[in-house]
């Protein structure tokens, strides 16, 4: 089990973030101690992670949500759940190309002030 601090420390995540996650049903309803304090399990971690990933590559929320409901909706919902991660797999794909669009226009650039030093 880990403490709410642990959960921030191990997932990047702010408690802010992990209370409204919980709040908005992407975290399902966190254990708590005795004394009304949240312990998170190692699964709640690794979902978190997954939260993570699809945040940190631009998924939005309200599709976040979808993807958790799929998942705790049962296995028959794997179709659905390969559908959304493979259009998010394209939004990825093109977030990346536009970096190296923009990432070879720096590099033309730093080349061009090299030349006129």
């Not at 993570?52 to 939005?60: F, K, V």
């Not at 669009?101 to 090299?114: A, C, D, F, P, V």
Request: hydrophobic share 35%; aromatic share 8%.
């Amino acid at each position: 089990m880990y403490t709410p601090a642990e959960a921030v420390e191990e997932t990047g995540f702010s408690l802010d973030t992990l209370r409204y996650y919980e709040k908005i049903g992407l975290l399902e309803r966190v254990t708590r101690n005795a004394s009304g304090q949240r312990r998170f399990t190692q699964d709640d971690i690794g979902w978190l992670g997954m939260l993570r990933c699809l945040r940190d590559t631009g998924m939005p929320i309200a599709t976040m949500l979808r993807f958790a409901e799929l998942v705790r909706a049962g296995d028959h919902t794997i179709p659905d759940r390969i559908k959304l991660l493979e259009e998010h797999d394209g939004h990825v794909q093109a977030q990346i190309a536009n970096l190296a669009e923009r990432q070879r226009y720096i590099h033309n650039k730093i080349s061009y002030y090299r030349s006129v030093m």
